[in-house]
């Protein structure tokens, strides 16, 4: 019986605070803007707003710094709070 409480206790309590509810499904007919310019879209930009998330209820001031990758594949590279995360494919269907 002690089995269930417990059961009972991490499911009534303990599933919400690791959960995360989203206003419905993704959107299904996404169009890529067609004149957007990378360029001015590189360099540092400062997060202002964001969907609540668990993990990151402590982080403040975060910025991303966005570079075009410097080797032969399309790309950029994103820094986040200084690390680093390569996004290889983002910029290749707007060049």
């Given at each position: 019986m002690g089995d269930l409480w417990t059961e009972l206790f991490l499911f009534v309590f303990v599933t919400p605070v690791f959960s995360m509810v989203m206003p419905g499904l993704c959107p299904s007919q996404l169009k890529a803007i067609e004149d957007f310019d990378h360029e001015r879209f590189m360099g540092t930009w400062y997060e202002?707003?964001?969907t609540p998330f668990l993990m990151?209820?402590?982080i403040r001031c975060n910025k991303f710094?966005?570079?075009e990758k410097g080797d032969s594949d399309e790309g950029i590279i994103v820094y986040m709070k200084g690390n680093r995360q390569s996004v290889s494919t983002m910029l290749s269907q707007t060049r």
């Open positions: 202002v707003q964001r990151e209820t402590m710094h966005y570079q």
